[in-house]
């Protein structure tokens, strides 16, 4: 059970700052490997002629798929793939992280053969009581993934809760 | 078929879909997805042994609220907003039933747009994952 959380001015001031941008890669093999782990069985996201035959350019990301992000040993995280550190850290100590939640919101289909530039940020933080765990720490964040054309085609806010 | 606008109306529910992902499903979802937090596939991980077991990534859960409504649409329509909260945590290989209802049916400059309540429940009956889904119909 972690002490009592406090919100420090120093994590107050990684709020509303973007991350440098990552590159997230939609690739054929990325959409099925995704569609796959979720179970999907439908083949428009597996085959091209069928992805096509819908009216898509190409095998289209499955919702809530948003590409793989590039993965650099030593700059990506290990556990969770994504940039390890692009932004202001928000320094808290606690040990467990568990998700808490999302809302994708979508402008335009995004497919095999898109790749999305990435930017988040920390939209807000704020200390929780929890009956199972005490007090947890709630990390929003927002995420923006931009395409090759400069077409912002999604942006993801989503919540992580650290205690 | 791809979902056309007359095959629905407000109060129709979604066909459900259910799921029971074990470990290996898991470990395909990680793979696919990149969340490899051991918390999903390690029981031997202190916060799994903490909470008892493993658990299943609340991101697969809201990848198969994506699916079922995916299923639905079967692309007659693409997905404008999804969103869900994980107010539960689901254990693997139990029986897991997605389904949703359409709210709203309505016509908006020339868009022809639904509002989706979907849920997660376990057989317990019990909403571990409730969530939103905003839909434009292509046609």
């Known amino acids: ?163 | 078929m791809p979902l056309a606008w007359d095959d629905f109306e407000e109060g129709d529910e979604l066909p459900v879909l259910k799921k029971a992902p074990g470990v290996t499903q898991l470990v395909k979802y990680a793979a696919g997805g990149g969340d490899f937090n051991p918390l999903h596939h390690d029981f031997a991980f202190p916060q799994a042994k903490a909470i008892g077991s493993i658990i299943i990534h609340g991101r697969f859960k809201y990848a198969a609220l994506g699916e079922l409504v995916s299923n639905w649409l079967d692309h007659g329509g693409r997905i404008v907003k999804l969103a869900c909260q994980y107010r539960g945590m689901d254990l693997p290989d139990r029986e897991l039933t997605l389904g949703g209802r359409v709210t709203r049916k309505y016509e908006q400059d020339g868009r022809r747009c639904a509002e989706l309540e979907l849920w997660v429940k376990t057989a317990e009956d019990k909403n571990t994952t409730p969530g939103s889904a905003s839909v434009e119909l292509r046609g």
């Open chain 1, 1 to 163: 059970m972690a002490a009592k959380i406090e919100i420090t001015p120093e994590m107050e001031a990684a709020v509303g700052v973007d991350s440098e941008p990552w590159l997230h890669e939609v690739t054929t093999t990325s959409v099925r490997a995704f569609a796959r782990g979720v179970g999907y069985r439908d083949r428009v996201y597996y085959d091209i002629k069928a992805a096509q035959a819908a009216g898509y350019r190409s095998l289209p990301c499955p919702p809530t798929y948003l590409g793989t992000p590039i993965f650099i040993p030593g700059e990506s995280n290990d556990t969770f793939s994504g940039p390890k550190q692009t932004g202001p850290a928000v320094r808290h100590g606690l040990p467990n992280v568990l998700d808490g939640g999302a809302e994708t919101e979508y402008f335009a289909d995004i497919c095999a053969g898109d790749v999305l530039e990435v930017r988040t940020r920390v939209a807000d933080l704020r200390v929780r009581e929890s009956r199972t765990t005490g007090q947890m720490l709630i990390i929003t964040s927002l995420t923006t993934c931009t395409n090759q054309d400069g077409v912002v085609v999604a942006k993801q806010r989503s919540q992580a809760l650290f205690y």
